[in-house]
């Protein structure tokens, strides 16, 4: 039986970078394959080739045992090819229905394409309200449009891109049963993702990129996670140095009693929201996206003070009606999740971007005019420490790569040596090596007795790096938990919204390395 | 051979001032090869228009007085542009602003000082500001699109300057006309150079232009203006106000476009009239855009377009062109600049030709999918 | 008031009210793609000259009402290619545009200013014409006609037609119909067309209808108020067909006044009052700004350049 899909010497170039080179392997009928790599490695680049959204510069692309030319996403669906996009390619302002019907090229009318709906999510277990609008839907939910619109086409390859990334453990689990199933009735699926776990857990075979090459095959099922993620890096891991245990502090920062209204048109409100940290201390926001987590954020920097109520102290101080500057002179930094527009100006050079959040403390500017020079020594200074690779303090920020412009900024806050850091998504879309760097800065930001508040999507992250966590759900904030004494399933049913019994566990000691 | 367009890792420098060369360029040749087509003397018309008032020493005096109010209004206006501020409204605000300096002179036509012309500028400053804040309250209080509001109020001055030519500031030795009395000389913008056209006007739309060079550069409101501009959710990060930006563009553009019109009133009119409207606020709109929305770029493409209006005016007597052929040409002067503006992000490369590679040496997420993000 | 006068105040209101409904009705279908274009004052006065020089060479109107959607639209290529193809700010394409216009079709109407043409006829017989209800309902241009069908034809479109649903999903969000496999561009290019087109519809009535004759700036800013009036109406049709003919009673209480010769209110003041009356709306309307932040296609303005 010939391959359902086989690459082979897949060439992609951008200027200044070769996202592919060379890429060859192939994925059998009925078998669910992974294909393992880095932010960067030149997996979207892959799949999107695949799936017709780009074209290769070099190679081929077989299904079935036919060479096949894909020059668009239609002809990728015609060869029964579909795609569940990590991002999802989904349209907030319309119907789940109008959505499905989007994605299929010959839909039936809007009343026989209901019924089909309901029967693939009968088929499979899933539950969706055809007729509700995107925008007031969980992001598990909006994940499920993407599959029964995959689903619809009666695809004989499906191709997921990363997506559990934004799922709680619970919709993890469903979601694989539901891949099972396919793979059972036929289905080849290739899964991108670089959580390992999850691919030792449903794959039974591997393809590992690293810098857009092939690096390795394995069966996921043989190898141990820490063989999987060398493979991927490649190089050994290195363990994060730990905390010295115990060396907690005063309370430096508090928020209580805080609620405020959401962005519109399709914010999520905070609701009576009440946390701590002391000096040494690293408190964990867990949650699925979309559950307040940049609102919180905004809220706590200062960047929206309309609608808020309740309190914001740091080190005992009321700063909840200073400004964005204010709060930064007292002693608070933070850092947003989205770094092209909001952490950093990308047309703008690294020394300008220096003077958006360290002017009030590095002096940067004066009497209203700005110190160029200043500017440019402490971006070169934020740039050495952090071992940023850039051309130098002149180059752009947009002409970064990820990780380095998210080096760049967390370095920019952490050498002005605040109080308290509060940061969202620390490492998301960042290679492991800029990531595992980027997560020893703040270990070693709190080891000098500042506190830190991270919000991140990624448990894995929070459970490595906190002392204590909590989950946003829906803009409420669960008891804090001891990180050292959590149980994942019941993080993960917090993350869903199942608010059960409490088991108090707040304020544990802190974790034993 | 087909070209395509790459993207490039950086944008152009070079390209950035090179992109407003080629659009002169292009419109010298395409204006040419159009207005024979549609059977003028198209080559004699450009070189009427752009060449000759160049050749002529005795036009650049009527060039840099063209070139005044272009700089003042369009240097206000690029600090709106740069901010993501469209005010559209300069030529409401240059006439609400000459009408506010005219107010002042009709009530000291018979006094005398040296204060009077200082408080028309004051008078037209204020003026030009004062008409500007409407749309900027609009925009900043109930979110009213700034582009139509600002708009709108253009045809409103243009009726206040119609009603009050027609009626209550008509002057009564005039014979009916429509316009008012002249100004006096205390109320007349004096001439730097004696026995040429060359008013006060020229120097200060020079040292604005370099004002606001050293504004937008080197302080921090300017670079406040800057981020709010490339981006809103950075300057909130930042700790800068959008709405505080907002004013500062409209009170900026409004006040310079009022200072323009004082001018304009007190010297080449000398009083004011219902024709005293020329396009100037929009003009200054291309000559903001063709200046790059940088003072000292704006300096130069003011002349560019102050040679549309002398130029424009000999062509129709020497080659019996339109006066709405100036517009044309404007227009042409602008979309040629949007259009190749492309090439200070993309290059030019043939079809087929490798894209400059470097082994994916360092992760590139964020580059892997050139301009989609955008 | 008369009867006779309640007929001709109401024909008036219809008759102000259908350019800016058609330019409205092109302009909403642009911008429900993602795209201002902000160059409907141009294309207007460029399908008006347009218009008149071909109806009075052919003698033909119709023909000339033709002729001014095919030149509108022709234009709004220019604009389409420069935003669309070389992803130019559209906001400054669009002014350029306007100016563009405004000057070629001066240009081109010198020679025409202060001639009259054939108008363009009704569709009923004249004898109709005496009683005041038929009147009212038949005895408008058939451009009165032909823009109520485009309202029921771009509401049919947009709400019920696959087509209007993937122009929808362009607008929403480009990346997203990018990825799925639709052609962004492609679909921007056509709404582009039929904005053009409609505002070159617009233009001629204006010089075949209204006025008819060709003058300088005939239009007047009614091409931004058609602008305005898609704001207003939230980017409906339905809305946008009551907001039209709000601005059409706006504008014939400004002719019939100054007809009658009120002394009351200055000639210049009721010439304002359109312009005033937009702001106002825009004002009004803007009071619930979270409604209409909804209502706005996500991508409005924003320029989209699909990776190679």
Redesign the interface.
Known sequence: MPARLELSGITK???????N?NVSFSVQPGTIHALLG?????K??LVKIIY???RADEGTVSIDGRVVDIG???A??ALGVAMV?Q????????TVL?NI???MDD?PPAGALEAEVRRVLDTYGLSLDPHRDVHTLSVGERQRIEIVRALLQKPKLLIMDEPTSVLTPQEVEQLFGTLRQLADSGCSILYISHKLNEIKALCASATILR??KVVGRCDPRAETARSMAELMIGGSLKDLSNKEACTYGPERFAVSRLSAPGE??FGTSLKDISFSVRSGEIFGIAGVAGNGQNELL?VI???RREGVSGEIRLEGRPIERL???DR?RAGLA?V?E???????????TLT?NA???A?AKKGL?AK???R?GAAKEYASAVIKAFGV?ATGPG??A????????QKFIMGREICQEPAVLVVSQPTW?V?AGAASFIRQSMIDLVAKGAAIVVVSQDLDELLELCDRLAVLNEGRLSEPMAVQTISVERVGLLMGGVHGAHDADADAAPRAA | MVLVLQPRREPSKAMVWAAPVIAVLATLVVGALLFTALGYDGFGAVNAIFIQPLLNSNRWQDLLVKAAPLTLIATGLAVGFRANVWNIGAEGQYVFGALAATGVALVTLDMQGLWILPAMVVAGVIGGMAYASVPAFLRVRLGVNEILSSLMLNYVAVQLLFYLMRGPWRDPMGFGFPQTAMFSLDQTLPRVIPGTLIHLGVPVALAAALTMWFLMARTLAGFQVRVVGAAPNAARFAGFRETRVVWMAFLIGGGLAGMAGTFEASGPFGQMVPTFPVGYGFTAIIVAFLGRLHPLGIVAAALVLALTYVGGESAQTTVGLPAAAVGVFQAMLLFFLLGSDILVRYRLVRKGAQPKAAPAAAPASTRAVPGAAE | MTPELAVSILMAVVATSTPLLLAALGELVVEKAGVLNLGVEGMMLIGAVTAFIVASATGVPSLGVLAAAGAAALSSMVFGYLTLTLTANQVATGLALTIFGTGVSALLGASFVGITTGTLGLVFPAGLASDPILRVLFGHSPLVYFSLLMTLAVWWFLKKSRAGLILRAVGESDSSAHSIGYRVIGVRYLAVLFGGAMAGIAGSYYSLVLTPMWAERLTAGRGWIAIALVVFAAWRPGRLLLGAYLFGAVITFELQAKAAGWSFLAPEVLTSLPYLATILVLALISSRRASARLAAPACLGKPFRASA
């Open positions: 170039r951008f200027p200044g970078v070769v996202a080179e880095e932010n960067g490695a030149g979207s680049t017709g959204v780009q668009s996403p239609k990728a669906r996009f991002h999802f390619s989904l349209f907030e302002a319309m109008e019907a989007l994605g839909p810098g857009g519109p048109p905004a920097s200062g960047e400004s964005v500057s930064r933070s947003p989205e770094r092209n527009g909001h952490a950093a100006v990308p047309g703008m300008e003077l958006l959040s002017r500017a209203g005019i700005l160029f690779k180059a752009t947009g002409s970064l790569s990820g990780g380095n412009l879309g290679d």
